[in-house]
């Protein structure tokens, strides 16, 4: 298999430039700690190739623009991907990236063809189903991972139950998920990381729901869920903990430790 990531360059000019890693997915977020000269050098050695991925195999993408220094970036994992050093990840980044707006792209590809004031539809892929995960009993062997993959639901303030996360979030189920997740097993209280959450409020007919990685169509969920309240968090996180306080409460975050441990990750890497 391979990992494969989008970069595009803009140029001051206002051209840009598309270049294809076909192996760079996987630790692209490391990858640019290594700040804006260095990267740039390494984006133009892959040649340029003029294919974009779609939202099925685009794994990772940034964009460098040079006139208005800005960095797009997203993975599908890496240290940006994980609630314990999602954070620290874009704090070294700012700092290695000084005077640059460095902002997550959630929706993918799209996005980085929105950015350019390109139609994002060719990189959709419109009439795929939607992949369900399984609804994990308490006890799977994934929950004893320090970083579990999985995804967190709670709905009202009674039930708690948590999805593995190897195929579409969620969220992209409608209400039909409530049926699916009805008499499934509940977990009580989650506390372990999480990649992303929904939180769900049968009462006031909302939803809430955040990610750390990107998902296709992002800012459009709120048609998958007709007659219902829809809040897209980004990667808050917390505001999911803020509304369901007895269902999900994952552990604390040690900065320092999480900047000190990306740190010495990314000198590996290099």
Not at 189 to 205: E, K, N, Q
């Amino acid at each position: 298999m391979a990992d494969r990531a989008n970069f595009v360059v803009v140029r001051e000019s206002g051209e840009y430039e598309l270049y294809l890693d076909r192996w760079g997915a996987v630790g692209l977020d490391l990858d640019l700690l290594a700040g804006p000269a260095e990267t740039l050098s390494a984006v133009r050695s892959l040649g340029a190739d003029g294919w974009w991925l779609d939202d099925v195999y685009c794994q990772g993408a940034a964009l460098i623009d040079l006139g208005r220094k800005v960095l797009l970036l997203f993975a599908w994992e890496g240290p940006s991907t994980v609630m314990r050093y999602r954070a620290a990840t874009l704090e070294l980044l700012r700092d290695a990236w000084p005077g640059w707006d460095v902002r997550w792209m959630y929706d993918g590809p799209a996005e980085l063809r929105t950015y350019l004031g390109l139609d994002p539809e060719p990189v959709r892929d419109r009439g795929r189903d939607t992949f369900r995960g399984a609804v994990l009993e308490p006890g799977h062997e994934e929950l004893l991972d320090p970083e579990p993959t999985v995804i967190v639901v709670t709905v009202g303030s009674e039930h708690c139950y948590v999805v593995a996360n190897v195929s579409d979030h969620p969220v992209r189920e409608g209400a039909a998920l409530l049926d699916r997740l009805r008499g499934g097993p509940e977990h009580g209280l989650c506390t372990v990381p999480a990649d992303a959450g929904l939180h769900i409020d049968p009462l006031r007919r909302r939803v809430g729901w955040w990610a750390l990685g990107a998902t296709a169509e992002a800012y459009e969920m709120a048609e998958r869920w007709p007659g219902w309240t829809v809040e897209f968090w980004q990667d808050s996180w917390q505001e999911h903990v803020r509304l369901a306080p007895d269902r999900f409460r994952p552990p604390p975050v040690d900065r320092e430790r999480a900047l000190a441990e990306v740190r010495a990750t990314a000198a590996r890497r290099r």
